[in-house]
């Protein structure tokens, strides 16, 4: 039998993505808005998206750097710090643009130093939040510098995560960018459902988490290009990923997590956390699904389940991918002269996706 040589499917979204702000918007927006219909958009601008109307600011700096007859659609988020009102969450709900509330331990990550330092000053905040049904997203990981950088997801779920979800039972949760089989066993054993019976629990799987394990940090010399946070885990860890994105488990679903950050600021003595996907994400995606042979649950897991689980229509829009090989472009322009360098630079994509009317 001859395989498949296009695959279509609804549109997606991406769950997770970082946008940036001011002159990155043209680029940023415009790589997620030829791939995706509507993306999460992180807070972790400086300084961060902490109200819903910073949150409403940001959207229509987005919407004004949209390509000509974009319908690209930014779904905002807020920022939890340790001070953030529980009186805000009723604001973020009634504006109907904000559709979560973002945890960063302070210090987790590439703009965490106004996260919350101790989850039990956020308790009455997340109690509004299961309240309301407003979804919080958690970035995983501690940030005990006694415990090892390949453990602190782990570590997280244990000392902080279960603790949480034991005391709101309600509280719609998505456990970001997970990297771990702990994290994915974690996430299967939450069976809770809402009240429109979409789960409760939620997690996002990068693509680089999907594709590769740490072993491509250190591929013939130190490759920063491929440093984001959670850093990528032993090869057993990105099986269990792929086990579970393809599995058809509705509470697995994309979130790319492309993180922007100019040429410099990766190849440098200290570089910078974040890898840049969203300009090839569905062609990366599907390059892992095919790994399984699971082309055929693509659709579930990038078009459908995220919706479902934010309570949000699924796309009318279909997409198509085409079995044509592309090489990822070295260098893409970006900010500075230099360029920004996404994942995969120099790689040859199997799978192409074909533009978007
Ligand atoms: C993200 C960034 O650059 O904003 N970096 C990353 O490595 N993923 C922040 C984040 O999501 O952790
Ligand atoms: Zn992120």
Redesign the pocket.
């Given at each position: 039998m001859t395989e498949a040589q296009t695959l279509t499917l609804i549109r997606p979204d991406d769950w997770?993505l970082?946008l940036r702000d001011g002159a990155a918007l043209p680029h940023t927006v415009a790589w997620s808005a030829a791939q995706f219909a509507r993306a999460i958009v992180?807070p972790?601008l400086m300084p961060p998206v902490v109200d819903t109307a910073q949150a409403l600011a940001y959207r229509a700096r987005i919407l004004a750097a949209r390509p000509a007859h974009s319908a690209f659609e930014p779904l905002m988020t807020l920022y939890l710090t340790d001070s953030t009102p529980p009186a805000e969450i009723a604001r973020a709900k009634d504006s109907g643009a904000v559709h979560g509330v973002k945890l960063?331990p302070a210090g987790?990550?590439?703009?965490?130093d106004s996260g919350v330092t101790a989850l039990s000053r956020v308790y009455p905040v997340l109690e509004a939040m299961q309240r309301s049904g407003m979804p919080l997203l958690v970035?995983g990981e501690v940030t005990d510098t006694e415990v090892d950088v390949f453990d602190r997801e782990a570590v997280f779920i244990e000392r902080h995560l279960d603790p949480v979800r034991r005391a709101f039972p309600e509280l719609k949760i998505v456990l970001?960018?997970i990297t771990t089989a702990d994290a994915a066993a974690w996430v299967r054993a939450q069976h809770g459902r809402d009240a429109r019976g979409a789960p409760l629990q939620g997690a996002t799987i990068t693509a680089h988490h999907l594709l590769y394990s740490r072993n491509a940090l250190f591929a013939g010399g130190l490759r920063p290009h491929y440093?984001?946070?959670?850093v990528l885990k032993r090869a057993r860890h990105r099986a269990a990923l792929l086990d579970a994105a393809t599995s058809g488990d509705a509470r697995f679903f994309l979130g790319t997590?492309s993180?922007?950050?100019a040429r410099a600021a990766k190849e440098s003595g200290c570089g910078?956390?974040?890898?840049l996907t969203a300009p090839h994400a569905l062609e990366l995606y599907a390059q892992a699904f095919a790994e399984r042979d699971a082309l055929p649950r693509l659709e579930g897991f990038a078009s459908c389940f995220g919706a479902d689980f934010y309570g949000l229509p699924r796309n009318a829009a279909r997409v198509t991918l085409r079995r044509e090989a592309q090489r990822v472009p070295d260098v893409l322009p970006y900010l500075g002269d230099d360029g920004i360098v996404p994942l995969a630079a120099g790689d040859s994509l199997p799978w192409r996706l074909l533009p978007v009317a």
């Open positions: 997770h970082h992180m972790n960063y987790a990550t590439t703009n965490s970035h970001e960018h440093y984001c946070l959670p997590d993180a922007p950050h910078c956390a974040g890898c």
